[in-house]
Every structure is written in structure tokens, then in C-alpha cells.
């Protein structure tokens, strides 16, 4: 089955161009999503994250406060390292039984990892194709501001807390520039599918 990675910055438009996949029937496995299930109350992930950073990231509903998590970690290498021990093994393990369920549901799915962290945590994985969507960081920053009402400065942490641009498009094999139109960036990933298909 092809393996796809899609990667890219924080409000980078990754989620317009994995919705735009789905559309043509690829399987997607959200990252994102994972994490929240992995960290759900009661996990032992969620455990550990309590006895590392204190009991007072978990909500009185006994779920993780993202909110106060992120408070801690963003701007703090060391701690962030520290969450991301304890976060990422579970996510690499949930993440290949879906890939696994996916293959056993349709001999031959296309099945896209829709990933922030690619660079950080599963670079060498044997991706078929990997995908990146780019926005300049200044376009990011505005996304974030105006469409998610972060503050500025919050959004910058976020944005600086990923790694660099570069070292992301130094990975890809395809580049989806989303800094233009929505329908601009669903042709880039349209013709994406095409070559996908023609393998």
C-alpha cells in the first residue's frame, strides 16, 4: 500500500489538502487524533504525563488541560523533550495498527499520515511519498491571529516551537505551496492524487 506522510507548520493548510485526499478515497490517519486518544483519562500515557508535569494538567473531568499542558512545555526545550518521551512511542505504536487495519480492510488503500511532527519524530520511517504543505511563517502567523484568534505572541511560540521550514522542505518529495487560494492548493493536491494513482 502507499504510504504517504503529510507534513507541514503549524496553520499550514495540512488539513485542507488531507481533507481534499479523503475526498478521492484515501484513508487517512490523523496524528493529531491519535494523541488525544492515546492521552485519553485513564491511559497510562495520561499517567505519566500527570506524574511528570504535576496533577494539576488534568481537568477536574479528569482529562488533559491542553491549555495548561501547553502553558509548561511550549518555550521550555527540556520539558517539551520530556513530553514528547512519553508521548510518541504510544503514538508510533497506535498509529501502525491503524496503517495495519487500513491494509486489512482494503488490500490496497492509499493511506496518508497526516503528521506535524514528522521531522521530530518519525523522519526515517519508510514513507512511500512525503508531502509537505508550505506557507510562509508570516502567513502562518496572520492564520493563527485572525482565524484561530491566538494571541500574537502565543502563536509565535507555537510556530517557533516546530522546527524550521527548511528543515522540513528538506524532507519532501512533494511541496504543496498553500499560500494562495483554496482552490489553488486542491489543484496541487489533486494532481498529487493523479501521480499517486499512476503508481
Known sequence: MPLIALTGGIASGKSTIARRLAEHGAVIVDADQIVRDVQAPGSPVLERIAETFGSDV???DGALDRAALGARVFGDAALLKQLNAIVHPAVRA??????EAALAENPEPVVVYDVPLLVEARVDD?????VVAHAPASERLRRLV???????????ERID???SDER???IADVVID???TLEATRAQTDALWER????
Open 161 to 163: 516551537a516546530q522546527v
Open 94 to 99: 497506535e498509529s501502525q495498527r491503524r496503517f
Open 146 to 156: 485572525e482565524l484561530r484568534g491566538m494571541d500574537e505572541r502565543a502563536a509565535q
Open 126 to 130: 519508510p514513507w512511500d511519498t512525503v
Open 168 to 170: 522540513r522542505l528538506a
Open 58 to 60: 488534568i481537568g477536574s
Open 178 to 180: 498553500t499560500a494562495g
Open 196 to 199: 499517486i494513482r499512476a503508481r
